[in-house]
């Protein structure tokens, strides 16, 4: 006697991920068409797991059952499958209820309306198609096995607690590249906790009330108290409003630009005098950028989060004083790296885009390659950081170097306050984030330019390697002195052509912040001078309007020792005579050069003003960083047909 195939007619799904109430009619082909982020992926996430509880005869963790859940207030997922054999209808219903406390899974199946099996939590009848010859029947469908990773390997159900070292996957994401990233991270002064049963016994540990909650209230206000010892509990709660309340409203990066500045500037509250009569504006700061101690941080793994419709469980979130700033997601070894990128992060935009507010960088490894980037950087943007501490370093990729240079927590704080931009560009507002040679270039500058006394105003010259983004890290050496080096700075950005000229005044302008005053682009040397004798940040000229004529001397036009003289490609060969006319229209100022090729024989006069380098990233080190593209040349000779001399 031959089977007879069964062909399913319908699918119905109820409360799983997006899928609030649907029935699909299924033919021998069915074709998924919609927008994206409209269910597609979840329909068929839906028979992947559909399949695998039936196949498999086991069913997912409770955890993992409860990230199924469609984010209202249901508590139970239902499948729903209609075949038909031989003209008899059939429905096979599973459902199940992801309550750690009370779990529930229900099966039936009806063959032509007489109900064939009937069981709840494992237990109950099984007849014939004519209803009769009920038994007891025993389902394998019970909740549950206690551990993602045990779904796959069907280990008899225990408790967590009893899970022993030798019976982890050695090789596992978590072994390998997650707990060496927690381990380090506590090393170095982090808090650590595992969230992963957050909720299970009701109240969070977190001080959590929901799983939308991203930012940890309690260690945010225990912040604004410590750091701000003469704020009122009003003044703390209208400051923890400020920075909570919702920015959906918002893209991404503008609510991300909007929550920067509050915590880079602080929080500017309104707040009743002790009379009543009046009303005050009181600043309070979020984080201690000065003193890394006085600031809390948390490091939380498999800390769930849930979105509009969405629940996610990211690999590990870092928080200072409760903010969640670095996102860190992790992969297998034998797992591209991209796919961190590619599935999870842009899922997660997608799905929780209220932890990215706050975010202030992600880090993606799979273990052997390790990346750090922007919330708008593309997957070309993401770079590796292969020293820590000093250029002289020899380069090292590893998940600790990355770490290491990123996550500590005084330069943590030194890269989220100085060497974070936001600009704005042909397809809207962008995020960068300084890659590991621009932080240090930068920071070799900025300690030269504490030495200023010693080295007599020559900061030196900066040499990067064309297409390495020099003029980003002008920008980024520039904020980072008026932020954090007293004086009342002026930064005079000088080139020698036109086009080079309007690029970096664009390049300023365009990023959020920087130029208050549309005045500060020298049209003529009148107006360069003009400039020099007034109070401006930035001023920017071309080389040509420090000419004298006639072979005069070019007058002194300020004596502050607070300018700094900033020069591209400084070395060609009209700077010889023209950067010692700068020299001596600003005797006090200091002088640094940035260039993309290095100093060449003759060039000795460059040295005199700038001084010897200080930074050095050369093209075989951008090459290696995949910051610049490979040039390859072919030598060949050009044919050349003979004349004829007939």
């Not at 237990?123 to 551990?147: A, C, M, R, W």
């Not at 109240?203 to 929901?210: A, K």
């Not at 560009?425 to 010693?454: C, E, F, M, P, R």
């Not at 930035?538 to 000419?547: D, E, N, R, S």
Request: charged letters at 20%; hydrophobic letters at 40%; aromatic letters at 10%.
């Amino acid at each position: 006697m031959s089977k007879q195939k069964a062909f399913l007619e319908k699918l119905h799904i109820k409360n799983f991920l997006s899928l609030r109430n649907i029935t699909l009619p299924l033919k021998s082909l069915t074709v998924l068409v919609g927008p994206n982020a409209s269910g597609k992926s979840n329909v068929l996430s839906a028979l992947y797991s559909l399949r695998s509880m039936m196949t498999d005869e086991k069913l997912p963790p409770v955890e993992l059952v409860q990230s199924y859940l469609w984010a209202g207030k249901a508590s139970h997922i239902t499948f729903q499958l209609q075949t038909e054999v031989k003209e008899t209808s059939a429905i096979y219903e599973l459902e199940f209820k992801a309550d750690v406390h009370n779990p529930f899974v229900a099966e039936e199946l009806l063959v032509a309306g007489i109900k064939i099996i009937s069981v709840e939590n494992g237990k109950g009848e099984v007849q014939d198609e004519n209803g009769k010859n009920k038994t007891t029947y025993t389902s394998n469908k019970v909740f549950f096995l206690p551990d993602l990773q045990e779904w796959s390997s069907a280990v008899p159900p225990q408790t967590s607690s009893q899970i022993q070292p030798e019976q982890m996957n050695p090789y596992s994401e978590d072994e390998l590249i997650e707990q060496p990233t927690i381990n380090l991270l506590t090393e170095m002064g982090w808090e650590t906790r595992n969230c992963h049963n957050e909720f299970n016994r009701g109240d969070s540990p977190l001080g959590r009330h929901t799983k939308s909650e991203v930012v940890l209230i309690p260690r945010l206000q225990a912040a604004f108290a410590r750091l701000n010892p003469n704020a009122t509990p009003e003044a703390i709660a209208k400051a923890i409003e400020e920075l909570t309340h919702s920015r959906s409203l918002m893209s991404i990066v503008e609510a991300n630009r909007e929550i920067y500045t509050l915590l880079k500037d602080g929080v500017r509250v309104t707040v009743s005098d002790p009379s009543g009569d009046s009303e005050a504006t009181e600043v309070l700061q979020v984080i201690d950028w000065n003193t890394p101690e006085n600031n809390d941080f948390f490091a939380a793994s498999q800390f769930w989060i849930t979105g509009e419709m969405y629940t996610k469980r990211p690999d590990l979130i870092c928080f200072v004083n409760g903010i969640p700033l670095i996102l860190m997601e992790f992969k297998r070894i034998d797992v591209n790296l991209y796919a961190a990128y590619n599935d999870n992060l842009r899922d997660y935009k997608d799905t929780i885009p209220h932890l990215f507010w706050y975010n202030a960088f992600i880090f993606l490894s799979n273990g052997t390659d390790s990346k750090v980037g922007s919330l708008t950087a593309s997957w070309e943007h993401f770079a590796e950081w292969k020293r820590i501490h000093s250029e002289n370093e020899p380069p090292k990729i590893s998940l600790e170097t990355i770490l290491r240079a990123l996550c500590e927590p005084q330069r943590l704080l030194d890269v989220v306050e100085n060497f974070i931009l936001f600009m704005e560009a042909q397809g809207g507002l962008i995020k960068i984030l300084a890659k590991n040679h621009q932080y240090l270039g930068v920071n070799n500058t900025i300690a030269s330019l504490n030495q200023i006394q010693d080295n007599q105003g020559k900061l030196g010259v900066f040499w990067h390697t064309q297409g390495s983004g020099k003029s980003i890290s002008m920008l980024l050496f520039a904020q980072k002195v008026l932020r954090k080096v007293p004086g009342n700075w002026t930064f005079v950005v000088v080139t020698d052509r036109k086009e080079l000229d309007d690029q970096i005044y664009k390049t300023f302008a365009s990023t959020s912040g920087v130029l208050t005053q549309q005045e500060v682009h020298a049209e003529r040397v009148v107006h360069l001078r003009q400039l020099l004798s007034e109070d401006h940040r930035y001023i920017f000229t071309l080389i040509q309007k420090f000419q004298t004529q006639g072979g005069e001397r070019h007058p002194i036009l300020s004596e502050r020792s607070d300018i700094v003289v900033i020069t591209d490609e400084a070395h060609r060969s009209q700077y010889d005579t023209l950067a010692l006319n700068m020299r001596t229209a600003l005797p006090n100022a200091a002088f640094i050069a940035f260039t993309g090729t290095p100093l060449m024989a003759g060039e000795e006069k460059t040295k005199s003003v700038f001084g010897d380098y200080v930074s050095v990233y050369d093209f075989n080190q951008s090459i290696l960083d995949r910051a610049t593209v490979p040039l390859y040349y072919e030598n060949r000779v050009p044919t050349l047909p003979e004349k004829s001399t007939g």
